[in-house]
């Protein structure tokens, strides 16, 4: 199970921190991603961390955002920094086991509820 917490409502420019708990016991066997969806738009990737701790982002947040985890504590985050009006989406949290690209959303076996990121301008 993944829980997101921590969107919100932040004027253009503005920090979020994101966070995302999961429970069980092999969290640090799992690579973990960050997805959004605005309204009437598809699911897009994020930014995502692999077991090795290596990064990737997408280019609309590289440079903005930082993907980090903490095995100790089960949970996955993502500060979000610089934020845009366009970055308005929920932000999903996801979990895999698997290997390879991990940009497609159809790999990702957990998914949790979502959290609500609003930026104004």
């Known amino acids: 199970q993944l829980v997101e917490s921590g969107g919100g409502l932040v004027q253009a420019g503005g920090s979020l921190r994101l966070s995302c708990a999961a429970s069980?016991?092999?969290?640090?066997?799992?690579?973990m991603g960050w997805f959004r969806q605005a309204p009437g738009a598809e699911r897009e990737f994020v930014a995502a961390?692999?077991?090795?701790?290596?990064?990737d982002y997408s280019d609309s947040v590289n440079g903005r955002f930082t993907i980090s985890r903490d095995n100790a504590k089960n949970t996955v985050y993502l500060q979000m920094n610089s934020l845009k009006p366009e970055d308005t989406a929920v932000y999903y949290c996801?979990?895999?086991?698997?290997?390879?690209?991990?940009?497609?959303?159809?790999?990702?076996?957990?998914w949790g509820q979502g959290t609500q990121v609003t930026v104004s301008s």
């Open positions: 069980g016991r092999t969290f640090s066997s799992y690579a």
């Open positions: 961390i692999r077991v090795s701790g290596i990064t």
């Open positions: 996801a979990a895999r086991i698997l290997v390879g690209n991990l940009r497609r959303a159809y790999e990702y076996g957990y």
